[in-house]
């Protein structure tokens, strides 16, 4: 736990992917604080419900401005502090139950609007801190609390729903490499428009991935985490999807596309509105 943050009682379990998350975060946000000469006051940390949005209490050093909102209302939130302060920094961090169950309404009209924030997922497969039951991402026939003989619905695959979607940059990454990660959080903050970082973050309570991530040479367990090769042209749609059809999971940029934004419609629309005092509105209506 943070020493900010000490009557927060919270702690995430031994191994959890989530410290890796919360570290590349601050990395991140450290970093573009001392690029832009901002400060840490700058950054907004929009965070879900779950075990993964508790991360919001437990960053070290100076602090961002952060909200624990509404399971699944981590968009609308961030959407609407973007409307009112289009100079902040606006970053969400929530779980693969927060961002692609309850809150997967959502992800379209976020995409179609190109609201300029950045999404940190972090997919752990499970529910973890409502004690591990199936979530869109656990794969069929896995048994947790919800699903005792097995899971009988096939997995979301959130990197092909975001490119089906119009996330205008998509990046996939693991927690165990917070510097590589830091990285990619930092291109998706620089990226203007809607950005998401999805991050496996294993749950070593209810879901460890971390042997099928990484691999295990002496077992003979290939990793499922592979770099994005580097001819790799994430601006070629075509190309994203193909690389998206491998049964792998891709380590670095899959997409970025370049386009307007929302705030910036916003801001254009502002400046064409003509100001008119509230009687002159109210004779708008008059019949
Ligand atoms: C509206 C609402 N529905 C359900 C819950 C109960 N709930 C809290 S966290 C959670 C799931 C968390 O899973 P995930 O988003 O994957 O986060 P994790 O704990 O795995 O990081 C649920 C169902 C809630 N708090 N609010
Ligand atoms: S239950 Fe899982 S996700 Fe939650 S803190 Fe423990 S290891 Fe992390
Ligand atoms: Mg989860």
């Known amino acids: 736990m943070s020493a900010k943050n000490p009557e927060y009682d919270f702690k995430w379990c031994p191994g959890c992917g989530d410290f890796g998350v919360r570290r590349a975060l601050e990395f991140a946000l450290t970093a573009r604080s001392q690029k832009y000469e901002l400060p840490m006051s700058n950054n907004v940390v929009v965070a879900g419900i779950g075990c993964s949005g508790n991360l919001v209490h437990l960053l070290e050093g100076d602090q961002p401005f952060g909200i624990h909102g509404i399971h699944g209302r981590t968009l609308p939130i961030a959407f609407g502090i973007k409307m009112a302060r289009q100079e902040l920094n606006v970053v969400v961090v929530a779980g693969d139950g927060d961002f692609l169950s309850i809150g997967a309404e959502h992800l379209g009209p976020q995409a179609q609007r190109n609201l300029n924030v950045t999404c940190v997922v972090m997919d752990n497969g499970v529910y973890g801190l409502t004690k591990g039951q199936s979530s869109p991402t656990t794969h069929i026939g896995v048994k947790t609390s919800s699903t005792p003989f097995g899971k009988i619905e096939d997995p979301v695959k959130p990197l092909s729903l975001y490119l089906e979607l119009g996330v205008s940059f998509i990046a996939s990454h693991y927690s165990s490499k917070p510097k590589e990660l830091a990285g990619l959080i930092e291109q998706a903050m620089d990226h203007p428009g809607f950005a998401i970082v999805h991050v496996q973050s294993p749950c070593t309570t209810y879901n460890d991935t971390y042997e099928a991530l990484k691999g295990n040479k002496a077992k003979g367990i290939e990793p499922l985490a592979v770099p994005i090769p ?16 491998q ?8 997409y970025r596309a370049e386009r307007t934004t929302m705030d910036a419609r916003y801001v254009q629309m502002i400046a064409g509105v003509r100001e008119r005092t509230p009687e002159a509105l109210a004779k708008t209506y008059a019949i």
């Open 247 to 254: 049964p792998t999971i891709p380590v670095g940029v899959v």
């Open 230 to 245: 580097a001819d790799h042209d994430p601006t070629d749609y075509k190309q994203a999807e193909a690389l998206l059809s």
